[in-house]
């Protein structure tokens, strides 16, 4: 069982920047794939970016491409997703999840979520 506690959410200016965090409990955690998705108001949870356990293969969203970077440390069992050049469109809650296939886009495919943290952008 793995648990997920995302922080380092809130209010930025556009073009700001931000880092979420994604702590785990369980030392299993550093073995499993992980990702984050975003849901802003009246929309469908979107897949953002994944990284594979090891941290040497990530994929991203289109959208956030160029801009979000994500990482982990798996000897703090912490996962972070650094985001730059925020834009309006950005805003939404942002969940971290883990245990899934390689490379895995899909909300179904992860076995664990975390709560979620609120990233706002504002003008």
């Known amino acids: 069982q793995v648990q997920l506690v995302e922080s380092g959410g809130g209010l930025v200016q556009a073009g700001g920047s931000l880092r979420l965090s994604c702590a785990a409990s369980?030392?299993?955690?550093?073995?499993?794939?992980m990702g984050w998705f975003r849901q802003a108001p009246g929309k469908e949870r979107e897949f953002v970016a994944a990284?594979?356990?090891?941290?040497?293969?990530?994929i991203y969203a289109d959208s956030v491409k160029g801009r979000f970077t994500i990482a982990r440390d798996n000897a703090k069992n912490t996962g972070y997703l650094r985001m730059n050049s925020l834009e309006l469109e950005d805003t939404a809650v942002y969940y971290c999840?883990?245990?899934?296939?390689?490379?895995?886009?899909?909300?179904?495919?992860?076995?664990?979520w975390g709560q979620g943290t609120q990233v706002t952008v504002s003008s």
């Open positions: 369980g030392r299993i955690f550093s073995a499993y794939n």
């Open positions: 999840a883990a245990k899934a296939p390689l490379g895995a886009t899909g909300t179904r495919e992860y076995g664990y």
């Open positions: 990284i594979s356990w090891s941290a040497d293969s990530t």
